[in-house]
């Protein structure tokens, strides 16, 4: 089967380069993958999975970090004006930009879900020649996004994997469900997938990632140390007052906000793990002689376990609360993103790594990677072993031009069909065999 | 001669009244005065005034808090468009928004100055119909920039006085200048024209400013409590790093500048005089996750004195660069405003209270007030003194609408022919009865 | 009549400089003046004067910054042991150190009252021979007790005063009263005094000082720019934690002390005055390995007027709360001293100088002198001000060896006679000429 | 062997217990164990062993946290009225309170080191009957000094392996050293005797503690998670200023401390491991109403690996220097304490392991434990690894009455005897079976 799941991948690797470089091209922030959103789901429909979208997939009370109203609006225009599909776009309208193929084999077996992000960053892409994108012509045309971080390829590698089930479809069992997810960068939107549902049946999940510091031909295939994080913007509002005629009229929103900030790093070390805590924006104030009345900041909390995270929280929020009663201003906190700290279940990563070790490109598999980061596909992680299925979150290798959410960010296309490959060999060796959902095949 | 002058103002009171609201219609922020640079310099030299404009008046060493360059040619383009006459606009060009009138009536006397600043602020005029400019037309039609202050107001005042000087210039002696200001608002002109010397000859100084919390026919003149103030722009420049994945190896530019701010504040009170600190603005960092690698933020002290100033500013400095050393960031400090603190002669506020007694509409005199701000026109007064001379700074009352910055700040017209009427009788009895020039006449 | 008092005042020289040695050497911290206290009660009973003491004037609950019941009785003891009559110690008994002595002339007239302070400083005096005191052998003999701020000066004036006036008792009118108060350091006495009645019924009030700034020879009368202030101890309780082990645990009570002393400090100016705040003193924590779980720091602020010192010990408490807060502290706040801004009544101020004019050894009156510091004395000359009476403070010049609370302090005692004279004279012309309270004989 | 091992510790085991309780009582705290070292010193010499004390295993320049001169005497003083052998004492004299005992076997064979330490903390032990050594009349006779770490009984330990040794000295080879180090707490002691070369020659190195979590009868042996740590003060000197009068001349050291306790706790986590930080200490100004001129506090950082600690020190550095700078007050660093992180050779940890199997009282043997806390022992281990030879530190469970450093602490002595069992377990196995330093013998 393997040679031809090959096959089949290699028949198809120009069209994801192809989609590769168009999706890079057309690079859409969280929540507003209008067009990539509409062409993944245009062709899940075309290749016969039924299609789920927008509110379905979506539960707008857990949507973290949605934009205002008008730059959804101006961004659905510009999507529409680059080709997106209106009738798609349509039901997109609002921000809600997930979409979920469904393959139902009709055999009793598994419901696997394979889980890519689709968003880009909020960052101007480098326009000069020494950055191949833009040498090549496949450059980010939208002002401030760009897939720096490497969601464009996932995207294809998801289209990749959802194509080649769908030409194996009648020698697998079960169910395939292919998730695209909006907004994952700012860990903003996989809760909002969650509890809409779209995980709720899954026995076996696996979210994927290029790149980080692993080479082509590495797979992570383990413990990754995902940090649980909290994401939250904290406004201020105090009084104005003129600083040379009436100083102390004012409510100062600037030494609030300092304030703590000062005391949200000095929060205390934690022994049960590594923490973290960042104010990584602050903007305060109006006119140099005019005492602030204003102040924002944006802070995010992480901890090595959930509970460690909830610590830094809690005192991040008491800190807050009482760096604005010190400077009797009014406080408003926004969490723009959530993420947990979970581990992948040891079955499934054990099962994974005997997959891959048939896929001739990959030529080493390491068990574990210290990221440091946070993702948010851990609320999906999360949830599926809650419910008593097993989930793994697994790294592709890629050699970068450049870190991630570096404006000179590019990666080896060549990871794609390596990851389609071994993704759709664990599909079918996964669903293939058996029906009793967790026992997975041991010759595989 | 009251009553001559009177009638000389009244003849013109159409014109003042067009003359104001037609500068607050196309409202100007400092040294970008084009166009009402131009509309001055023409006039006076229509009513025989000698003019000197451009880097003749302006130094441009001591030019503060000019804008780059390219808002000036921008606004240059503005102003053209706007119906500036492109010859005078030419000898601005680069934000040498200055305008000296001279009037030599050919006989010995004393050299008499008025000093009119001519600068919008940066703010947005409030365009509801409750706003009478709005209602009547002629509210800012340039975005972002109003005249909140009264110095289109001022200005007006300056070409009243200047003509019906020009009218009885045979019954002058002496010599008459008219002294434009640019960039008042910041404190950041006026030292730029002392040292390009406009007022090195000049015995008697008489600067104005309408409203305040004075009511129409109200004058003061006395003590005003200017303070003496250095306002400086702070930037700090450290290092990113990613706060999840390498926090240590960030130079937090954020917590560099929240600790600056908040010592700055905690300055010793000075026991000579009052003092003030304000860090009016502050902006710093990038994203969420990413440790702040710049900090932006604008100081301003002030002193009761010069020297507490200085005390204040050398305090300010002590910490913004101890600040800057505690997170290893580079440091660098613009200064873009600085006024002294002064007080107007004796001999001069006596003499104008007794003209002003002459004018029917002035029913109130008072000798001080306690503004609580700054001035430029301080280091011409300071100039003025040191070299002999005379110098008062007063403040005609005029009913306002909303305090001196808001939005919807507006006043009562008939300010400007009171202002210059006084104005124009002091000039008449400083200079008429004597050619000793600090001998005022009693009588008068 | 000078001539008279003179002749009485010199004839009491030797006793005068004997009495101020005498409670120099056996120099008593405020609330602790037992034997002091017991001295003077004993003088003004044998003079005639009826005496209260104790609680009939020291209003217990408003005694501010009083020692702790182990101290008050080892005091107790130590007075006695230092000679104290017992009797009167007995009254004085739980630091109710006060003595109010009254002669009555039987006449109708106005009430006059006279105001010194008896207790010395927490102050280790210089034991060098090149300290007088300690070479002629009056220096303190008491461990961290000194009158190095002239109050054993001020006891012997106001019982220089109480003799003299007894002598000439027949030739007054009206009620003489001599107050002796306890504790003025730290601004923790006066307040009691004035709710326990003392200075209900007086018509006019002086209160005194010795040094400063001024020669002898030298009065000043008038304006003293005594500021309001309030003094307070504040205790936060955290919970301790070893600082390697579960630093997470702490509830960092030296973070919360050094939060809120940075943000006390930061405290806008005031624009209708000075104002003046500061944290003297801070202990936090025990072992250098452990969260530190306790916290005490001594703070106080100061206002031009009584209504910014209120602002800024209103700012301050706000401040001091919110840093408890940040920190899950509990705070305890102590009250330990408070004084008002007030200002001396003109009139008393023009009759005072009037009589000194006479004084041959006063060659220099001032009448303003920015000290730039605090006096419980203004309680009372608040009060009485409120209740229609005039009431002044004035100084005493004397050359000192050293600045007031310096270990090296000393006084030119000429200044004692030189202080009887001329209060002696004032309350001779205050009370002799007229019935009507108020009306200062203008020839005397 | 291990039956004879057990048989000779059993015959002493009233003396292990009396010799515990006499250091207990007799408590004494770092570089002041002038009696607890001279009895060892005397013990060691009886038994046959070459003793070497004072200078010879101390070297001056590497103590830290050494006390005064004064405070070193009136202990000498102290030690020799509770019964010290003078003659010791003098070799001990200015606090050189290290001891070393060496049994030279003759023959060919490794070097086998033990490491106790000996002193007591500065808490003041409980006083209550409920606390047995109380109630059995064994708690510290000496003030503010006990024995809550257990010290004493590895006092006791080192005696009884040296003992038991020494009674089959001749079934032993290679070369037997007794090392008694003073002033572990604080982490003072350690590097000054590994500069003095006490552990150059050593092949075999074994640490010891009892207690921490674990009960009687558990052995942890393997990974302790000691932090690498530096512990220092620092003085801040600036300059005193009346804070109503002039506090503008003041240089606030208290303002300073403050500002350098925040950032210090605000020092960025570390991406490679743990860290911790602490200002445990702090204490600054004297009178209430004084610009705070001195300021002194303790501090201590932390890492995972000595390169944490490193970065963590220098940080604190850059941000204590930049604080005085900020207040222009002056600063002084004393480091008074160090340690590093090291982990213990693998191949002597198994085989401590092994042998611990063979004493019956010891059921369990975990080989991991999270300490959080810092032992200089880690300076000798360090110093024999990089050398070539083996370290560990283990620790021997017992029964706590409460944590330690609790006034309460107290444990089930039972201890003892079987941490000498082991010990000499270990040391005869070491040496007996090879002459190759480095292998063990693997049946044992």
Redesign the interface.
């Known amino acids: 089967m393997i040679e031809h799941l090959s096959k089949l991948t290699e028949n198809i690797y120009q069209s994801l380069i192809k989609w590769r470089r168009d999706f890079h091209k057309h690079a859409e922030s969280g929540w507003v993958e209008f067009r990539t959103a509409s062409i993944v789901a245009s062709k899940l429909l075309s290749w016969g999975y039924e299609v789920h979208v927008g509110r379905d997939v979506i539960n707008e009370d857990d949507r973290m970090g949605v934009p205002k109203t008008e730059v959804l609006e101006q961004e659905k225009k510009r999507a529409l004006s680059q080709g997106a599909d209106p009738e798609w776009v349509e039901q997109f309208s609002g921000g809600f930009t997930g979409v979920v193929g469904i393959l139902d084999t009709g055999l009793p077996g598994p419901t696997i879900a394979f889980r890519v992000d689709m968003d880009a960053l909020?960052i101007q892409e480098a326009l000069s020649n020494e950055h191949r994108p833009t040498k090549e012509g496949f450059s980010s045309i939208n002002a401030n996004m760009m897939h720096a971080c490497g969601h464009d390829a996932h995207t294809s590698i998801g289209l990749g994997v959802a194509y080649v089930l769908s030409q194996i479809k009648d020698q697998l069992k079960g169910i395939i469900k292919l998730i695209f997810q909006p907004a994952e960068e700012?860990v903003r939107g996989a809760k909002s997938m969650v509890t809409a549902g779209v995980v709720d049946d899954v026995d076996i999940f696996i979210a994927i990632h290029v790149g980080f510091e692993a080479e082509l031909g590495e797979l992570i295939c383990g413990d990754l140390g995902f940090?649980a994080?909290t994401?939250f913007d904290v406004t201020y509002t105090g009084e104005a007052s003129?600083?040379?005629?009436?100083?102390?009229q004012?409510k100062?929103a600037?030494?609030a906000?300092?304030?703590a900030?000062?005391?949200l790093?000095?929060i205390?070390?934690?022994?049960?793990g590594?923490?973290?805590?960042?104010?990584?924006?602050?903007?305060?104030?109006?006119?140099?002689?005019?005492?602030?009345n204003q102040a924002i900041f944006?802070?995010?909390v992480?901890g090595e376990t959930t509970s460690i995270n909830d610590?830094m929280y809690q005192k991040a929020l008491?800190?807050i609360?009482?760096?604005a009663?010190?400077y009797?201003v009014e406080v408003n906190i926004d969490i723009v993103g959530a993420a947990k700290s979970v581990e992948s279940s040891e079955e499934l990563i054990s099962f994974i790594s005997q997959q891959a070790k048939h896929i001739n490109e990959i030529h080493t598999i390491q068990d574990s990677y210290k990221?440091?980061?946070?993702e948010d596909a851990t609320y999906m992680i999360s949830h599926v072993k809650e419910r008593g299925g097993h989930a793994a979150y697994i790294v592709f290798g890629t050699t970068l031009s450049a870190g991630h959410?570096n404006e000179q960010f590019d990666i080896d296309e060549n990871v794609i069909p390596i990851a389609v490959k071994t993704l759709t060999l664990c599909a079918y060796n996964a669903v293939s065999y058996n029906t009793n959902r967790m026992i997975y095949n041991p010759q595989c």
Request: aromatic share 4%; hydrophobic share 35%.
């Open positions: 909020d700012g940090m994080t994401k003129h600083a040379g005629a009436r100083p102390e004012g100062n600037l030494l906000a300092a304030t900030a000062l005391n790093h000095a205390s070390r934690h022994s049960e590594y923490s973290r805590v960042n104010v990584g924006f602050l903007q305060a104030g109006n006119g140099r002689n005019i005492i602030p944006k802070v995010e992480r610590f008491q800190i609360q009482s760096a009663d010190m009797e990221l440091g980061g946070s959410h």
